[in-house]
């Protein structure tokens, strides 16, 4: 997807021209994929632009960095209040945010600990990942020949830039197939995640998502869902499910920051439908509450 270019990206402490935001060839994150990364997104609201669980997007950014072993050189109430700058002086009311924290330019070889850490944050607007007719309609997927990277190969749990040429393997090989979305199955055969996604499931009114023992990036959005569905009386499972599960749902979504809550209306060329209810009725929520219309959630909304 092509980006949207603004004014002014963050780096190591800074606000510097889009344009100048720049790295050199030998940066070891470049070789390497040692960059750790968060993908957050900002709404319009009445009160003001609002970033939506934006503490909790930049602790697991601190967390990424943990598993990486990497101290990055600023705190979490610094990254926060970099991240609402960021958003303020590009006047964007809403838009996407990515924070990178990344090995620079330095160091060369396989031990990364001596190269230094640069940090940036940059935004742009950024519409429905999926296209605005799947968000309304549903997308159709594929469970993936490539299987979802294993906990004790790379960490599912942290959101590093190298790890994600699996779920760009994946990615393509369902957008040559003529599929919208991949679906990935862990190492022991039970289903994952999307290539950029959490999975969810509805079967004879209950909802179903696969844990955390599945090699899946714990979602912030997945973890809304989950209290939303919750608070509405609606009964959530975490557990294992295989690909027949999902064949064989009512509905099926999947949630992520870039990609809100989609619903997927055809899987393997079994065909589930047009969104449910319950996919409908998690929408309509979750989209009120980021956009600050349910008093309730209000802790969620960090306002710029
Ligand atoms: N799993 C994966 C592998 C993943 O990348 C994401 C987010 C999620 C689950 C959902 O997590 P959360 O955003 O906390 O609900 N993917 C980000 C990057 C997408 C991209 O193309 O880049 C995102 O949605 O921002």
Known sequence: M????????????????????KVHVLSHALHYGSGVFEGIRAYETDKGTAVFRLTDHMQRL???????????????DELVEAAKETVRVNNLRS??????????????????????????????????????DGL????????????????NAL????????????????KMEAIYGGFDEAIMLDSRG???????????????????TPSTSASILEGITRDTVMKLARDMGL?????????????????????????EITPIREIDKREIGKPGEITKKLQEKFFAVVKGEEEKYSDWLEYV
Request: aromatic share 12%.
């Open 155 to 170: 960490p599912p749990a942290a959101k590093a830039t190298g790890q994600y040429i699996n779920s760009i393997l994946a």
């Open 95 to 132: 838009c996407y945010i990515r924070p990178i924290a990344f090995r620079g330019y330095g160091e060369m070889g396989l031990n990364p600990l001596d190269a230094p850490i640069d940090i940036a944050i940059a935004v742009w607007s950024w519409g429905a990942y999926l296209g605005e």
């Open 62 to 76: 601190l967390n990424s960095a943990k598993i990486y072993l990497k101290n990055l050189p600023y705190s979490l």
């Open 136 to 151: 309304k309609n549903g997308i159709s997927a594929m469970i993936s020949s490539f299987q979802r990277i294993d906990p």
């Open 235 to 259: 009964e959530v499972v975490e557990r294992d499910l295989v690909r027949s599960d999902l064949f064989l749902a009512d509905e099926i979504f999947c949630t992520g920051t870039a990609a």
């Open 190 to 208: 039970f289903v994952s995640e999307g290539s950029g996604e959490n999975l969810f499931i509805v079967k004879g009114g209950v909802i179903y």
């Open 2 to 21: 092509p980006i949207d270019k603004v004014d002014k990206i963050w780096m190591n402490g800074k606000l510097v021209n889009w344009d100048d935001a």
